[in-house]
């Protein structure tokens, strides 16, 4: 590639107001994207289905979602440009937007807490716990070293592999105790979710033949407790009434799981396209993450907003089990693409750029439902969708937009039906 002539802070001025074709050219005169890329997104993205053949099962096409970049973002003293893969109107706009309130007036830092992700091998039934925990721990580092040397011998090679094994007991009220053996694993930047489940498919016979038990199920956890990735965002500059506003707003979704579900959400909205447009399991993600929010028997808030002095300080952390190599990630063009825009190293670092836009994601809709309500910013973005719906041509879409602007300036909301109404007012007009 040539010589980049722009920073990314360059290019993220106006760019929002580009052409389709500018932002391609920007983003290719940064170094973000190469022409081959240019090419491979101008076409339209996959034509072939043969690569979705290898995927899944019973193959007849291809469902794409609009793939957009946001923009504005420095995280941890770097600019990134954040993929996201995503239909919902406004997340694109919004993540943009408070990304460059936040660049101008504080700062986004992120670190991960732990590595290890978590395998189960569970014993339905156990009568002598005692002696069975003896057992098992008598073992533990012979099951250890048998697993990193017959399964992960290739994450031990660079540096991660299984590192622990737990034992935990459960009462089943029926006079039986169910046993779980956590195993611990890092999986360097893969996600990890296949080589655990081989892992603790290896070890059932062992622990079968040491305890004397029968094991009845093995498999990983979404709940990975033990690896979290934590964001931080302060404002430096912000109207302290605002501030109060937002913490007021945080203290809601920390105290009532009603609350906390939508707030969840609106996180995930930012989380969610950037593993859809990697390649990412944003199923398991979103399974963790919920897990994690309920861990105390409520569902709480997985961020919490406080305003500490003349500053806002917000915190994200939760479990965000990412991978940058293996599956669809390695596999699919439009995911390599997605993951040379970001321009990552690490699984880790992937993590912690999705926890950052999380986190801004949820201080752009607290600042806007606690001011001007989250319904006027959405619906005005959502005036083009609508003005589809109705049925607008290319060239009624102008007069529809700017019709459908006024009544929301005037009633604070619109519909369908006002889209439908203004154009057949239009085409009344066009036939006098």
Same mark, same amino acid.
């Given at each position: 590639?040539?010589?980049?002539?722009?920073?990314?802070?360059?290019?993220?001025?106006?760019?929002?107001?580009?052409?389709?074709?500018?932002?391609?050219?920007?983003?290719?005169?940064?170094?973000?994207?190469?022409?081959?890329?240019?090419?491979?997104?101008?076409?339209?993205?996959?034509q072939d289905v043969g690569l979705?053949?290898?995927?899944?099962?019973?193959?007849?096409?291809?469902?794409?979602?609009?793939?957009?970049?946001?923009?504005?973002?420095?995280?941890?003293?770097?600019?990134?440009?954040?993929?996201?893969?995503? !239909?919902?109107?406004?997340?694109?706009?919004a993540a943009s937007k408070t990304?460059?309130?936040?660049?101008?007036?504080?700062?986004?830092?992120?670190?991960?807490?732990?590595?290890?992700?978590?395998?189960?091998?569970?014993?339905?039934?156990?009568?002598?716990?005692?002696?069975?925990?003896?057992?098992?721990?008598?073992?533990?580092?012979?099951?250890?070293?048998?697993?990193?040397?017959?399964?992960?011998?290739?994450?031990?090679?660079?540096?991660?592999?299984?590192?622990?094994?737990?034992?935990?007991?459960?009462?089943?009220?029926?006079?039986?105790? /169910?046993?779980?053996?956590?195993?611990?694993?890092d999986p360097c930047d893969a996600?990890?979710?296949?080589?655990?489940?081989?892992?603790?498919?290896?070890?059932?016979? =062992?622990?079968?033949?040491?305890?004397?038990?029968?094991?009845? /199920?093995?498999?990983?956890?979404?709940?990975?407790?033990?690896?979290?990735?934590?964001?931080?965002?302060?404002?430096?500059?912000?109207?302290?009434?605002?501030?109060?506003?937002?913490? !007021?707003?945080?203290?809601?979704?920390?105290?009532?799981?009603?609350?906390?579900?939508?707030?969840?959400?609106?996180?995930?909205?930012?989380?969610? =396209?950037?593993?859809?447009?990697?390649?990412?399991?944003?199923?398991?993600?979103?399974?963790?993450?919920?897990?994690?929010?309920?861990?105390?028997?409520?569902?709480?808030?997985?961020?919490?907003?406080?305003?500490?002095?003349?500053?806002?300080?917000?915190?994200?952390?939760?479990?965000?089990?990412?991978?940058?190599?293996?599956?669809?990630?390695?596999?699919?063009?439009?995911?390599?693409?997605? /993951?040379?825009?970001?321009?990552?190293?690490?699984?880790? !670092?992937?993590?912690?750029?999705?926890?950052?836009?999380?986190?801004?994601?949820?201080?752009?809709?607290?600042?806007?439902?606690?001011?001007?309500?989250?319904?006027?910013?959405? /619906?005005?973005?959502?005036?083009?969708?609508?003005?589809?719906?109705?049925?607008?041509?290319?060239?009624?879409?102008?007069?529809?937009?700017?019709?459908?602007?006024?009544?929301?300036?005037?009633?604070?909301?619109?519909?369908?039906?006002?889209?439908?109404?203004?154009?057949?007012?239009?085409?009344?007009?066009?036939?006098?």
């Amino acid at each position: 590639m040539s010589q980049s002539k722009r920073s990314l802070f360059d290019i993220f001025k106006g760019f929002s107001k580009l052409s389709y074709f500018d932002r391609l050219d920007a983003l290719t005169e940064a170094n973000v994207l190469s022409e081959a890329d240019q090419n491979y997104l101008k076409a339209g993205g996959l034509q072939d289905v043969g690569l979705a053949e290898n995927f899944i099962e019973n193959v007849i096409g291809y469902f794409q979602l609009p793939l957009g970049v946001a923009t504005n973002f420095k995280i941890d003293d770097r600019d990134f440009v954040i993929p996201m893969a995503v !239909e919902e109107t406004s997340i694109i706009a919004a993540a943009s937007k408070t990304a460059k309130w936040i660049r101008e007036n504080g700062s986004i830092k992120t670190e991960i807490i732990g590595k290890n992700i978590i395998g189960q091998i569970q014993f339905a039934k156990i009568q002598d716990f005692v002696n069975f925990e003896k057992n098992i721990l008598l073992q533990k580092n012979y099951l250890i070293e048998l697993a990193n040397s017959e399964v992960a011998f290739g994450l031990v090679k660079r540096g991660g592999g299984v590192n622990d094994l737990q034992l935990r007991k459960l009462d089943r009220g029926d006079g039986f105790f /169910m046993a779980i053996i956590h195993i611990y694993m890092d999986p360097c930047d893969a996600m990890g979710a296949n080589i655990m489940n081989q892992v603790c498919e290896f070890l059932k016979e =062992p622990l079968q033949e040491f305890t004397g038990e029968k094991v009845t /199920m093995c498999i990983l956890s979404n709940l990975v407790d033990s690896k979290l990735t934590k964001a931080t965002i302060t404002l430096n500059k912000i109207d302290p009434e605002l501030a109060l506003k937002i913490e !007021e707003a945080s203290r809601f979704a920390e105290l009532d799981p009603y609350r906390a579900a939508t707030n969840n959400k609106g996180v995930l909205n930012g989380i969610d =396209p950037i593993l859809v447009a990697t390649g990412n399991d944003w199923r398991a993600v979103e399974a963790g993450i919920h897990a994690f929010a309920a861990r105390d028997g409520q569902y709480r808030s997985i961020t919490k907003w406080r305003k500490e002095g003349d500053s806002l300080v917000g915190i994200f952390e939760a479990p965000l089990i990412v991978g940058t190599v293996g599956g669809v990630t390695t596999l699919h063009p439009s995911a390599q693409i997605a /993951m040379k825009l970001l321009g990552v190293q690490s699984s880790n !670092e992937l993590s912690r750029i999705m926890a950052a836009v999380g986190l801004v994601q949820n201080l752009g809709a607290l600042r806007a439902l606690t001011t001007v309500g989250i319904i006027e910013g959405h /619906m005005k973005l959502h005036i083009k969708n609508l003005s589809l719906g109705a049925g607008a041509t290319e060239k009624e879409m102008p007069y529809v937009v700017k019709k459908l602007e006024e009544i929301l300036a005037l009633r604070k909301r619109i519909s369908l039906s006002n889209a439908v109404e203004v154009l057949n007012d239009l085409r009344k007009q066009a036939n006098l």
